[in-house]
């Protein structure tokens, strides 16, 4: 006997291969109790239409799933079937998301441990290059009629199992079998249970350590699938020292969108200041640097303070630096690529003695500014010109402007509302009120910049008076 506890080998058929956008449109189980064996098949009506390349590759038409129930009606039925079951399937992670998603717009909870016969397959079989289902039916002379129907597939992969056994001994595939489900071993202080409760879709998490000190603050598109890869990391977590050894808890706060989980990832960075995150501890001297034109013909940098100006809506600002430090490195790199006085700058003071210069003057690197050989106008377009790319972007909107994402599973919305590149909030979309204070920050600036010059296909934005 292959398992000592219940499992089930599951096909589906769906629209298409987007876990959110599309949906089931068949289901085969093959539930397996021992020597027991049990099958269900369904089609399902997915509320949508089939693509036609879809339906010549399934056979599976809109009119045979039209008479047929939606998954929210068989879902009460379906769940205690599975539960309690080793999943396999022939790219798990697919089915497996596809089902989890479906049982969650009805809100009901699937959870089960899973097993990959593509990654079994390739244990099995190193000696192959391809493992995809039509090749192990062809390598092992399986004979199944309509392939690409949801049964058909299942018992396909029962085929393959019993002739894996058959081929390497069941002690062999029963070796490969334990190899494949071998989770990475968690840390002391945190309980399995706990990683598998994470959820397999997008979100932040937060790795909590004793006395409930924050120790990192991460997103990913799969929670679960990165903090158990993050937790079981050996050697180092980056260049810092595992991490994954003191952790006591982890906390996850599921998202809708990718721009969502950036700001709430930034909004716990700076409240929890977690250990590990390095960006966290960097300077908060939000800083930039604006010109002088009072101070005679020469433009002259300062470096000027977010919190003694209001960076939202002063023009003419370039650069967002962390601390004047950095500001500073940024005007000497400036003047070292385009051959400007460092003087001039303010980089450099240079000494009074009379014809004097800079010293990048003696290494040529200077057109001689500091010493009357080039004229101010000449300098300051030059100056100009190496600042624009730094220059801070005017807030093209006549107002606050809300981005909304749009979750495909459960089609409920959040808008994320910024004004004059300050970010006010999130709040579900339809309702006024704002979960958050008004700020400008390096980070939200450019977050929001790249998004605008690539907006996410599942959003879109709202001008709001």
């Known amino acids: 006997m ?40 369904t089609l399902v009506n997915p509320l949508q239409p089939i693509p036609p390349f879809i339906e010549n590759m399934t056979g599976i038409s809109n009119a045979m799933v039209e008479a047929a129930a939606p998954f929210s009606a068989i879902a009460a039925d379906l769940l205690p079937m599975l539960q309690g079951r080793l999943l396999l399937a022939h790219n798990v992670r697919f089915d497996y998301g596809f089902l989890r998603n479906e049982f969650r717009r009805v809100g009901l909870r699937l959870q089960n441990a899973t097993l990959c016969t593509v990654k079994l397959s390739r244990r099995l079989y190193p000696q192959h290059f391809k493992h995809n289902l039509d090749s192990i039916i062809q390598r092992h002379g399986l004979q199944l009629p309509d392939r690409h129907r949801a049964m058909a597939d299942a018992e396909a992969l029962l085929l393959f199992l019993q002739a894996a056994c058959a081929e390497l001994g069941e002690a062999a595939v029963k070796e490969a079998i334990q190899h494949v489900l071998a989770q990475p071993e968690l840390p002391p202080g945190v309980d399995a249970a706990l990683v598998d409760d994470l959820p397999d879709l997008p979100g932040v998490y937060t790795l909590w350590g004793e006395a409930d000190q924050a120790l990192y603050v991460g997103r990913a598109s799969n929670v679960r699938a990165k903090v158990v890869s993050q937790l079981a990391q050996d050697g180092k977590f980056g260049k810092q020292p595992v991490i994954g050894r003191t952790v006591t808890r982890i906390s996850c706060q599921e998202t ?24 966290s501890r960097l300077a908060s001297e939000v800083c930039s640097i604006q010109l002088d034109h009072a101070q005679g013909e020469f433009l002259r940098p300062m470096i000027v303070m977010a919190e003694q100006l209001d960076f939202s809506r002063t023009a003419d600002l370039y650069g967002l630096f962390r601390s004047p430090k950095e500001a500073r490195k940024a005007l000497a790199d400036i003047a070292n690529g385009h051959a400007l006085c460092q003087s001039v700058l303010g980089v450099e003071t240079v000494t009074t003695r009379k014809g004097a210069g800079c010293v990048a003057l003696k290494g040529g690197r200077c057109r001689g500014a500091c010493v009357g050989r080039e004229a101010a106008p000449s300098h300051n377009m030059r100056l100009l010109q190496a600042l624009t790319r730094l220059r801070i972007k005017a807030w093209e909107f006549p107002g606050p402007l809300a981005v909304v994402e749009t979750d495909e599973v459960t089609g409920s ?33 450019k977050l929001l910049d790249a998004y605008l010059k690539k907006p996410n296909p599942n959003s879109s934005l709202r001008l709001l008076s």
């Open 413 to 445: 919305a959040i808008e994320h509302v910024f004004d004059q590149w300050c970010y006010l909030g999130s709040r579900p979309a339809g309702e006024s009120s704002l979960q958050g204070s008004p700020c400008f920050d390096i980070d939200t600036y």
């Open 2 to 41: 292959l398992f000592d506890i219940p499992w089930a080998i599951v096909d589906l058929e769906t629209t298409g291969g987007h876990i959110g956008r599309d949906r089931i449109t068949e289901i085969g189980l093959i539930l397996l109790d021992g020597e027991r064996q049990q099958r269900y098949q």
């Open 256 to 279: 809708i969108g990718d721009l969502g989980a950036a700001l709430l990832e930034q909004q716990l960075m700076r409240q929890l200041k977690p250990f590990y995150n390095h960006r």
